[in-house]
């Protein structure tokens, strides 16, 4: 009995180590490409060509070009959490740097659709390995919102429509993917040997939609509505083992991993001259945030114990409660402006403050995070085509982001807590570059 109630524990203890849930992205949080960086996110009513596809399918409609680029990302993130007491059995995790890269075209449609139709296709891919996900004890001092920071492949497909001059309207299909599996294992305790091995793996597609609107009052400019739905990778890993002489082992981790909320944008733009004005604010959804740690069951019966005919029980039942998130829907603001000094040169500035939807982490969980402004600069450039293939000029964008916490301090409403108090700071540099092209 001791033997088997310690396969219990450890089998737990694993579970805690299984993929679990993260808060946001880079996309999220800063904006698709070095344009939407640069204007602090606010690029709604203000994107085009392939970066719309992300930003607001229905721009996609304005673009006369086919246009495709590529480009790279990097965050550095150095935040700090500061602790006051405390055990080691719980030691702090902080979020990782990031590299990533972007892929896109878009194109009008052809024949009668000419000027009125376009579709746009772009790939968002994390350079360390396509989608990591990683599950903590809800003890351990964490950032979940950047915990997992662009680590998550990105494919998204879009199509604008333009059915009258002043109107936009399309959609995009976001595809990610589930992971489900099971495993079935014999045992016999006493050849000491693994009698029966099968398992299986199944990667379902799970389709996302954003939807967006832009409305085209007068010349230079455009005011959109945008909604992107709440967005998960859900995962079900069961382990069923039969063990001769002593009875069956069930095992089984699931959960919901890089969770997005429910957003709902509006935004506005406006051209003058060289000048472009661009500003936004987002209803994020965090109130329906559920659980990030994976639910664990583990239970063993005495079935091979028994004599025909008598009712096995458990010896081992045991399930974790998922700890509630207590998160709440918040409002982000963001604002922009671009000037282009010259036909070759275009400076951008921007700057977005995201109010923290998580609670303060004084109860039995420790997610920690706090209010996060975000201040950003970048410049284009348009070059000759340096390969003689076409006339068209080529386009360099940069962009470099700055985004400090307000630093948060929380005491444990239980003095013996493990983790003690903490206090969460710090900063993250997130830096873009792409090259781009109308063909």
Do not use: C
């Not at 150095?78 to 602790?83: A, S, Y």
Request: proline letters at 7%; charged letters at 20%; zero cysteines.
């Amino acid at each position: 009995m001791g033997l088997l109630r310690a396969v219990g524990v450890m089998l737990g203890s694993i579970a805690a180590l299984a993929p679990g849930a993260a808060g946001a992205t880079t996309l999220e949080l800063y904006g698709f490409g070095p344009r939407a960086i640069a204007l602090g996110n606010a690029s709604e009513a203000a994107s085009d060509d392939f970066y719309a596809a992300y930003a607001n399918p229905a721009n996609l409609a304005l673009a006369r070009h086919i246009h495709f680029g590529f480009g790279l990302e990097s965050v550095w993130n150095r935040f700090g959490i500061d602790r006051r007491g405390g055990e080691a059995t719980w030691p702090t995790r902080l979020p990782k740097d990031n590299y990533l890269a972007q892929l896109g075209i878009s194109t009008p449609l052809p024949g009668w659709l000419q000027d009125r139709a376009a579709i746009g296709v772009a790939i968002h891919v994390p350079l360390g390995g396509p989608t990591r996900l990683d599950s903590l004890d809800h003890r351990i001092p964490q950032l979940p919102m950047y915990d997992t920071l662009g680590d998550r492949l990105a494919l998204v497909a879009s199509l604008g429509v333009r059915p009258v001059d002043w109107l936009a309207v399309g959609a995009s299909a976001q595809v990610l993917t589930g992971l489900d599996g099971r495993a079935d294992i014999g045992l016999s305790v006493l050849d000491q040997r693994v009698t029966y091995k099968a398992l299986q793996v199944d990667l379902g597609t799970v389709v996302t939609p954003l939807v967006g609107v832009t409305v085209l009052p007068a010349d230079g400019v455009r005011l959109a509505i945008v909604w992107r739905a709440e967005s998960s990778v859900r995962y079900e890993l069961p382990l069923a083992v039969d063990i001769d002489q002593v009875g069956s082992l069930d095992f089984k981790v699931k959960g919901i991993g890089l969770w997005l909320p429910d957003s709902y944008a509006v935004a506005a733009s406006w051209q003058a001259g060289r000048w472009i004005a661009a500003a936004s604010a987002a209803w994020q959804r965090w109130s329906q945030m559920p659980p990030i740690a994976p639910d664990v069951s583990v239970r063993i019966d005495n079935s091979e114990l028994l004599q025909p005919g008598s009712k096995a029980i458990d010896l081992i039942s045991v399930r974790n409660v998922p700890v509630p998130m207590g998160t709440r829907d918040i409002v982000v603001p963001r604002a922009g402006v671009e000037f282009r000094p010259s036909d070759a040169w275009t400076l951008r500035g921007g700057a977005q403050y995201r109010p923290t939807p998580f609670p303060k982490a004084d109860g039995e969980a420790s997610y920690l995070d706090a209010a996060a402004t975000t201040l950003a600069l970048g410049f284009g450039r348009v070059a000759g085509d340096p390969l003689g293939m076409t006339r068209k000029p080529l386009q360099l964008d940069f962009a470099a982001g700055w985004t400090t916490l307000a630093r948060r301090t929380v005491v444990k409403r239980d003095p013996s807590h493990p983790v003690g108090a903490t206090s969460v700071y710090g900063d993250s540099w997130h830096l873009a570059l792409a090259l781009h092209h109308d063909f």
